[in-house]
């Protein structure tokens, strides 16, 4: 007796499909350097694929995007952006205030009343130019010491202590409908952690938005611990935010 073929097509199971109902499962791309975007297609399929959230490694850091004083270049940052809404991906811009990557002309300010009015035309530009478009901004990166205490920086030295929350408030300002989150690594360790969890309540406390915190994980197989990385996100997800890592 002859049977009939019957040809079954079953539909690949991507990363994003089978975690879909949870949560968003994100990769880092790179405009610099080796030119993912322009070159790299089969690295584009994987992203396109198997994630359902992207983040430019560089391109709208600092030095790439503000390079001079008054000038901005966005093309990079374009291309990444144009590739999330392509492939229907949340787009997460990272950063709008960092110790790193900061051009020198930025520590050539020394007016404390011009420097922030830098800060906060860079944060309006970057913020209003991906208007729409980028989903969540990393406001504030890396912003503590190990043991919780800011981070001597040129943003803490020109503005003061409250600095984190002047970033804050200009961003709301310009896009009061994006997400805003603060992201900083080693928040396993107590004492750091506890030093974002007194940054996220005070901004909550003082009427300030923050929707979101980024656990920048760094991780090996050793360490840390299953049992400190649960902490962690119990103790970030008690302040009310949502919880990246």
């Known amino acids: 007796i002859s049977m009939p073929f019957l040809a079954c097509s079953q539909e690949k ?12 499962i994100g990769a880092t791309i790179n405009q610099e ?14 992203v396109s694929e198997d994630f359902s959230s992207v983040t430019p490694e ?34 997460l811009g990272h950063t709008l205030v960092w110790h790193n990557q900061v051009p020198e002309y930025v520590f050539e300010i020394n007016d404390k009343a011009k420097f922030n009015l830098h800060l906060k035309n860079h944060i309006f530009q970057m913020v209003t130019r991906f ?16 043991d919780g205490s800011l981070r001597e920086t040129v943003f803490l030295n020109m503005i003061g202590d409250d600095y984190i929350e002047k970033a804050f408030q200009y961003a709301n300002d310009s896009d009061p409908n994006v997400e805003l989150a603060y992201n900083d690594y080693n928040l396993w360790k107590p004492k750091k952690r506890k ?51």
Do not use: C
């Open 195 to 245: 030093g974002a969890i007194k940054i996220i309540n005070s901004l909550k406390e003082k009427g300030i938005r923050i929707d979101a915190v980024g656990i920048q994980a760094h991780w090996d197989l050793h360490f840390p611990s299953i049992k400190e990385i649960e902490e962690t996100i119990v103790d970030l997800a008690a302040t009310g935010v949502d919880v990246m890592i």
């Open 131 to 146: 208007k729409g478009k980028v989903d969540m901004w990393d406001v504030v990166n890396e912003a503590l010491n190990d």
């Open 58 to 91: 560089n391109s709208m850091k600092w030095m790439h995007s503000h390079p001079e004083y008054s000038k901005f270049t966005f093309s990079n940052a374009q291309k990444i952006t144009d590739f999330a809404k392509d492939n229907d991906m949340y787009l």
């Open 13 to 24: 199971e991507t990363l994003k499909k089978k975690f879909a109902d949870y949560f968003l």
């Open 33 to 46: 350097d080796y030119q993912i975007i322009d070159k790299d297609e089969k690295i584009l399929k994987i």
